[in-house]
């Protein structure tokens, strides 16, 4: 299958971050941490809850080069925002990644105001 990037309006989208960044681990086993192809530094895992114009929320993972500096709590806007489908054994779904993450710092810029 090809690998094709889907861009995301984020534009209509609340990110929240729920859990600190975490390297992504390529393999369990040998505990090999996953680095960008291009800039060869570590991509780091978010999870986000994200909240849509009609209150649905989902948890998503969102992976970036570089350790962000995003806390448990912060709203951000990510910028660059792609989904990749995957398919593994008969599985599937999106893997999102971003090209960074923009803090939103007071109340009207998270609402999207």
Request: hydrophobic share 40%; proline share 9%; glycine share 10%.
């Amino acid at each position: 299958m090809r690998n094709i990037p889907i861009p995301v309006d984020v534009s209509r989208l609340q990110f929240i971050c729920v859990k600190a960044p975490c390297p992504r681990i390529v393999n369990k086993d040998t505990g090999e941490i996953k680095t960008d192809k291009v800039s060869g530094q570590t991509v780091y895992e978010v999870l986000f809850s994200v909240e849509d114009t009609t209150g649905k929320i989902e948890l998503v993972k969102i992976g970036i080069a570089g350790e962000p500096p995003v806390s448990p709590g912060d709203a951000v806007r990510p910028i660059g925002l792609v989904g990749y489908v995957w398919e593994l054994s008969g599985r599937w779904g999106i893997a999102y990644r971003a090209t960074s993450l923009v803090p939103l710092t007071a109340p009207a810029e998270a609402a999207g105001v």
